[in-house]
């Protein structure tokens, strides 16, 4: 079955209220922008949802699933699906899935009553064509969607992680734009060497949207719900469904 809705979504851990503490306010707007995303995809037809994210591999993980938000100093553990006997089949989980179970922890339970979860990682060096090859690859025998985790660049500013250059915004608008257009082509445009630089995470999880998004064919509309740099780190926002 095609694709049929798409969510994208940063995974800075300071959008858990508790980690954040004082500065949790600060980040309201994010943390709102992601939960109705999350919502519009769980109220779309989709009935398994993949959840994609960067790490150092490509790894399909095992259902259900586990983390915590130990090493960011809050004890808080976070699980997507159950199975009777309570065993766990992946723990561990990276941010970038990390955060995205937590985004999904947050809903209603009859909000994802009929959806059941897969999740994956995408190395963040794969080239554009092995990520789009894997987005096409994604499908399920049921109506899907993605929740697309992935931080712009961290060179927004001499205070950003990878401290101040001149071509991260302009990078991160056109990335704004395409998810804004729905666009694909652009988005499997995104250079990796140049992302690379830029310490871009959400690149490779991008390009695996559009290769889904392009594989499932027909018209895409895209809402670009938040566009911010607080920290210096680009954090976008968006939702993709069918035209």
Do not use: K, N
Request: aromatic share 6%; charged share 25%; hydrophobic share 45%.
């Amino acid at each position: 079955m095609p694709l049929v809705a798409a969510a994208v979504c940063p995974h800075p851990p300071l959008i858990v209220p508790e980690l954040a503490g004082a500065a949790a306010p600060e980040l309201d707007g994010l943390r709102a922008a992601c939960d109705a995303a999350v919502a519009g995809l769980l109220a779309s037809d989709a009935e398994s949802v993949l959840v994609v994210g960067g790490d150092d591999r490509d790894a399909s993980l095992d259902h259900p699933f586990r983390g915590t938000f130990a090493p960011w100093g809050l004890p808080l553990e976070v699980q997507l699906g159950r199975l009777p006997d309570g065993r766990v089949g992946t723990d561990r989980l990276p941010l970038s899935l990390l955060v995205g179970a937590w985004l999904l922890s947050r809903r209603r339970p009859e909000e994802a009553r009929r959806t059941s979860w897969r999740m994956a990682t995408v190395a963040h060096h794969a080239p554009a064509e092995e990520c789009a090859a894997r987005g096409a690859r994604a499908g399920s025998d049921r109506p899907w969607g993605l929740l697309v985790m992935g931080d712009g660049s961290a060179c927004r500013g001499p205070q950003s992680p990878g401290y101040h250059d001149p071509r991260a915004e302009a990078y991160d608008e056109g990335v704004a734009r395409a998810l804004a257009d729905a666009d694909a082509e652009a988005l499997l445009d995104l250079d990796p060497a140049l992302s690379a630089e830029l310490r871009v995470a959400g690149r490779a999880p991008w390009q695996v949207l559009a290769g889904a998004a392009r594989a499932a064919g027909g018209d895409w509309r895209g809402t670009l719900r938040h566009h911010s740099a607080p920290y210096g780190v680009a954090y976008l926002v968006a939702s993709w469904e069918r035209a």
